[in-house]
């Protein structure tokens, strides 16, 4: 087992440490974290719940050198309703994410966008047809890895009776059945995400409120859902993510003890505003290219 408190303990500054026999981690203030980590071990898996996003987290951001499809990207190119559902969800497309990536326009000004875009591509999607049984080709058809590690980490949560709240701009009928392939769709995960209301032949026939796009998650507030009963008390949260926004999953929440990891899959993003040096003043441990859910493993392993 790695030290990762000791490693860098010492070093002047508050500078970063890359520990490279661990995929290239960076943990940028090593005493800040071993002060949190030590919290949060004290504390036990009584204390603790696990809030994450769910693609390019949990899952692999590139699989064979190509960036892995989103789950709307998924049914878009699979022809799953033929040439004029997909015309129409490439113009959605090319419409709304170049804003999404507009780094010269706020956050306030491209929210609400995203929003029409979600709830358009979603009312899309019922309009054609979408179904259980396309949810369940798509999980099966193995588009989606996930990041080595992150089966064995939901595992060891279930096992300890830690808390697992997934909070995805995806469709979530498609996160929770490629958990329950894998065998991991357990008992003590929640998801918070895109979830559509399905008839009796399973066909989808409503999207579920709270729609959430991927600017509006410090809007989606934990204590307005069931879940925030079984995590009241728990206030020691690690949280996994791979945007800056991803951090906002706590808005709304009472913690004692944070500490937040985040996945730097590539050198810069779409938009091409955040660059690694940002990541670092906002991420409490930063895991390089794309790498493997190890270190939350030991880490997790300490406290639970």
């Known amino acids: 087992m790695v030290d990762y408190t000791l490693l860098g303990a010492g070093s002047q500054n508050n500078s ?3 520990i490279k026999n661990m995929e290239h981690i960076i943990i940028p203030n090593p005493e800040r974290f071993a002060e949190i980590k ?5 504390g036990g898996a009584e204390k603790l719940h696990v809030l994450t996003d769910f693609d390019r987290t949990l899952t692999k951001a590139y699989v064979n050198g190509q960036e892995s499809s989103t789950s709307f990207a998924q049914i878009r190119n699979g022809g799953y309703f033929g040439s004029e559902y997909i015309d129409k969800a490439q113009e959605l497309f090319a419409k709304y994410h170049p804003i999404e990536i507009d780094s010269n326009m706020s956050r306030d000004e491209r929210a609400p966008l995203m929003m029409e875009w979600w709830i358009k591509h979603l009312d899309l999607l019922i309009k ?7 949810v369940n080709e798509i999980a099966s058809s193995g588009y989606i890895n996930f990041r080595q590690g992150s089966l064995e980490l939901l595992k060891s949560l279930y096992e300890k009776n830690v808390p697992v709240i997934i909070m995805s701009a995806g469709l979530g009928d498609m996160v ?3 958990l329950r392939i894998k065998n991991s769709l357990y008992g003590n995960i929640c998801p918070i995400t895109n979830l559509f209301e399905f008839d009796a032949e399973g066909k989808a026939v409503k999207s579920v409120e709270p729609i959430i796009h991927s600017m509006n998650k410090h809007e989606i507030l934990i204590p307005g859902f069931p879940i925030f009963e079984k995590i009241k008390d728990r206030k020691n949260v ?14 709304g929440f009472e913690y004692d003890n944070f500490l937040k990891i985040g996945f730097f899959n590539e050198e810069k993003s779409a938009s091409g505003d955040i660059d690694l040096e940002t990541f670092k003043k906002k991420y ?3 895991i390089l290219n794309d790498g493997s859910m190890d270190f939350v493993n030991e880490l997790c392993g300490e406290i639970i």
Do not use: A, H, Q
Not at 38 to 42: A, N
Not at 238 to 251: C, K, P
């Open 16 to 18: 970063s440490v890359v």
């Open 284 to 286: 409490d441990v930063i």
């Open 176 to 178: 929770l059945e490629n």
């Open 128 to 134: 054609y047809g979408f179904n259980k049984k396309i």
């Open 238 to 251: 690690l949280l996994l993510g791979d945007t800056l926004e991803d951090i906002e999953m706590i808005d």
């Open 38 to 42: 030590k919290r949060i071990i004290e």
